[in-house]
């Protein structure tokens, strides 16, 4: 949970840090406009496609950043999402004998009452038995 929290903090400061970068570019666009409206000389004009070139590398420059931080973000979200199955599988199971121990069971069997609920009732039936496999103490399938 705490990766999780450090992971969310740290992209929102990378896209706050972006947005501040985007804000800057449109405030020098928007200087370079009026620049170009005041009917401005040959080296004003050198000087106003200088600003909009390096505004360009810039912003260029930031959104190469941007797309490393999600990159980045994107496989931390993977690698947790990883964590938190086999969290669950690990929660689900007995570590000394591999079996699904009692949470497991009865959230099982709960979701098989709920379901059995919409149809009437549980019945037997080839698609919805309770069977024991080699590796695990009991599957349920449907």
């Known amino acids: 949970m705490a990766d999780l929290h450090g992971l969310l903090y740290k992209e929102l400061e990378g896209v706050t840090h972006s947005c501040d970068h985007t ?28 600003t909009l070139l390096e505004a360009t590398t810039e912003a260029m420059r930031n959104n190469q950043q941007m797309r490393e931080h999600l990159r980045s973000a994107e496989q931390h979200s ?11 599988d690990e929660i689900s199971v007995d570590a000394l004998t591999g079996l699904f121990n009692r949470r497991a069971l009865n959230k099982r069997m709960q ?32």
């Open 23 to 50: 804000e800057h570019f449109n405030q020098t666009l928007l200087q370079q406009t009026r620049a170009l409206d005041a009917n401005p000389s040959l080296k004003d004009l050198q000087s106003i496609a200088n």
């Open 78 to 88: 993977h690698t947790l999402q990883s964590e938190v199955k086999q969290l669950r």
């Open 111 to 142: 979701e098989l009452v709920d379901k059995s609920g919409s149809r009437g009732s549980l019945t037997p039936s080839p698609h919805n038995t309770l069977h024991a496999a080699p590796h695990r103490a009991f599957h349920l399938e449907w």
